[in-house]
Each structure stands twice: as structure tokens, then as C-alpha cells.
């Protein structure tokens, strides 16, 4: 799921896990903040997959988990404050898929 | 049901259910050394290391984000010291019992282990001082439905049958074939191993928070964790009912809609790293 190929790769992202060369030495640690430049960097090297904290898009179909969320909130929406706690949901399912 | 002699009744079989054949011989060994009055860190760490499946359970659970230290624990001795007896007697518990779960209530686990996740996010945004314990309030909260599966499966197939048929909570459903809910049965057994008080009490209200006195903040932290998990549609907890936040205990935590949003990216951020954690 974390796994990524390079070219995926966005500044912003922070590895999982660290980025080695060939030889198993460590070049960038475990929750390196990516820039342009360090992205740069490992795709030049050729590394065929990257390992990125946070989320790939989920393998349900976006519509289906939103469709989802307004299922389970259908009979306590009117209650106090769970429309601020299904916002945050729904915004959240969103970032999910970028 | 619903009457005192039938709670006392109820109660003493809860109470009792180490006697029960299908429980497994070495969990009865677990519960035991959990309840008894005097037990030390050196017996806790002890009987752990004696079991390799635990000890390498217990050591992913401590190094995994459900707790804070990630990847900083290399033994069952360093955990206890840094964790504590209570949460370590927790984690214990939690990773045992859940097991047996998997047949019966697929995704429990998950829900607990989604809760104790997100309490503890919550407990960090709050500033409260021992957030671990929040995971451990999220981890076991909903123990009682584990003993009350254990012991009388069949009946509780069907409290689960009557959510879906009559649209309640499996927390309804529970009051009515049982005249009680796993709420109160955690937090009898919860009191019977000896937890500390606040725990007993976060499981008691962890659906009713307003009313915990001892407590309030952690309850009402889980009740929440417990809502945004469902929400969420992670794990499974007995029924599709979604319950409405407690206004009282909502306006106690006063979190924002960014605050909600910061715990539940945190909270997809820490399920890629719990991806092994399954039992
Ligand atoms: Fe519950
Ligand atoms: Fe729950």
C-alpha cells in the first residue's frame, strides 16, 4: 500500500521507510521530508519502488465510500454536532483519494 | 431478565467464565496471573517472556503507533518499565482475548485497535499527561462484548440478528436480551482484574460519558474514538448503527472540525504502520 514507484513520488511525502543504495547503506532515514530536489535524487538512482507514510487512494471507488459515510450517518445526522463530525469525515474520505 | 437476582446471576457467570471448557488453557493461566492481588512487574514480564507468540505480539503491539514509542522497544522487561503494570496488563489482555473473537465478531479487533489509535491522538491533542493510557481505555472498551460472546454465544447471534431487522445498536439489543450491556460487563470483569479505577469507569461510560465521574475526559475521549473509527467504516463492532455524540462530553473536548481532521490523517498515518497487527 505505502509502496510507490518514483515517479509517483510528490515534495511534501515523508518516507516510511529509509532509502538505501545497492549496497544496503542508508542515504535518506525514515521520515525524511521529500523536496524537488531529494526526489530528484532517487529517481536518478534508478530505485524501482519508494515506501511513503500516509495513504494510497483506498480500493473502494470514491463514490462508493462517500455513498458509504451518508449511510451510516442517516439516523443520527440531526443530532447535535454529528453534522461537524460528518464534515470532518467527508472531507477526510476526500483527501483519501488526493 | 433486567431484574436485580438476574444481573447477580448474570454477573456471577461473567465472573466465573474462566471455568468455561472453551477457554483456552493458557489464556486461563493469563487471567489468572491478571487477577491476582499482588502481581509484580516481574511476574507480568515473566510469564510473557515465557511465551515466544506473546512476547512477539506484545512487542509489535508496544513498537507499533498504537502506543508512543515506536520501534524503541526491544524487550518485554524495557516495556513494562516504560509502559507501566496496568497498561502492560492491558495490552496483555487485549492481544489475548481479542483472538478468540475472530470467528464470532470479525473486525472487533480492528475497531479496538482503531479506537486505541485514535484515543490516543485525541489524548495527545488534549495534553493529557499519560496518553498510553487513553490506547488502553480505547483497546479494551469494548471487552464485555468478548465475555459476553464467550458465554453465551448464541444468545448474543442473536441480539446481533435484532440490529440490523429493528434499526438499533448492538448496545440496545444487548439491554434486551440481557438486561444489561457489554458496557457494564467490561467494567465487572475490568474491576475484577484489578484495573485501575478509571479504566473500570471509561468502560462502564464509554457510552454514556456525561455520567462518568471519575473519568470524564477519558470517557468521553472513547466514546468519541469509538464514533469516528465507525465512521470511518473501520472495523466492526456488532451493528451499522452509528450513535450520536453525547453533546455534554463533545463540548467538553471541544475539538474542532481541523482537529478532527488532524486525528483521523494521523490515524490513516498509523494504520500503514499497524498493517501487521493483525491476530
Ligand atoms: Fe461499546
Ligand atoms: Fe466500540
Known amino acids: 500500500m505505502p509502496k510507490i514507484t518514483p515517479d509517483k513520488l510528490r515534495p511534501g511525502m515523508k518516507l516510511l521507510r529509509p532509502v538505501t543504495n545497492k549496497g544496503g547503506m542508508v542515504l535518506l532515514g525514515e521520515g525524511t521530508e521529500l523536496t524537488a530536489a531529494l526526489i530528484e535524487k532517487i529517481r536518478d538512482m534508478g530505485a524501482d519502488s519508494i515506501f511513503i507514510q500516509g495513504t494510497s487512494p483506498p480500493s473502494t471507488p470514491k463514490e462508493e465510500a462517500l455513498s458509504g459515510l451518508d449511510r451510516r450517518f442517516k439516523s443520527v445526522e440531526e443530532k447535535p454536532y454529528m453534522d461537524v463530525i460528518k464534515k470532518a469525515l467527508r472531507e477526510h474520505i476526500k483527501d483519501l483519494y488526493g | ?279
Not at chain 2, 483456552?24 to 512487574?41: A, M, Q, T, Y
Not at chain 2, 498504537?66 to 497498561?87: E, H, K, M, T
Not at chain 2, 489509535?117 to 472498551?141: F, M, N, T, Y
Not at chain 2, 460487563?185 to 484489578?194: F, N, P
Open chain 2, 1 to 279: 431478565m433486567g431484574n436485580v437476582a438476574g444481573i447477580r446471576d448474570l454477573r456471577d457467570k461473567i465472573e466465573n467464565i474462566n471455568a468455561l471448557p472453551t477457554i483456552p488453557s493458557v489464556l486461563k493461566r493469563l487471567l489468572e496471573v491478571i487477577e491476582s492481588p499482588r502481581v509484580s512487574l516481574n511476574e507480568i514480564s515473566n510469564f510473557i517472556s515465557n511465551d515466544p507468540a506473546l512476547t512477539t505480539k506484545i512487542l509489535k503491539m508496544v513498537n507499533s503507533p498504537v502506543y508512543g514509542f515506536p520501534g524503541r522497544i526491544s524487550s518485554v522487561n524495557q516495556a513494562v518499565i516504560l509502559l507501566g503494570l496496568n497498561v502492560v496488563k492491558g495490552l496483555l489482555l487485549g492481544v489475548s482475548v481479542f483472538e478468540l473473537m475472530q470467528k464470532t465478531m470479525i473486525g472487533l479487533w480492528e475497531h479496538s485497535l482503531g479506537c486505541a489509535i485514535i484515543a490516543r491522538l485525541i489524548a495527545e491533542k488534549k495534553g493529557l499527561k499519560e496518553p498510553e493510557e487513553a490506547s488502553v481505555d480505547g483497546l479494551l472498551h469494548d471487552i464485555g462484548k468478548v465475555l459476553l460472546i464467550l458465554r453465551f454465544p448464541d444468545k448474543y447471534e442473536k441480539a446481533m440478528c435484532d440490529t440490523d431487522a429493528n434499526g438499533i445498536s448492538i448496545y440496545e439489543a444487548e439491554r434486551v436480551h440481557y438486561g444489561t450491556t457489554h458496557a457494564s460487563v467490561g467494567s465487572w470483569m475490568a474491576q475484577k482484574w484489578r484495573f485501575p479505577q478509571k479504566l473500570v469507569d471509561v468502560i462502564e461510560h464509554h457510552h454514556k460519558p456525561h455520567l462518568s465521574k471519575s473519568a470524564p475526559v477519558e470517557s468521553a475521549i472513547v466514546h468519541l474514538s469509538d464514533i469516528l473509527v465507525r465512521a470511518r467504516g473501520f472495523g466492526f463492532a456488532g451493528d451499522h448503527a452509528l450513535m450520536a455524540v453525547s453533546p455534554k462530553s463533545w463540548q467538553m473536548l471541544g475539538l474542532s472540525e481541523a482537529d478532527l481532521r488532524d486525528v483521523l490523517w494521523a490515524f490513516e498515518e498509523s494504520l500503514e504502520m499497524t498493517e501487521d497487527l493483525a491476530l
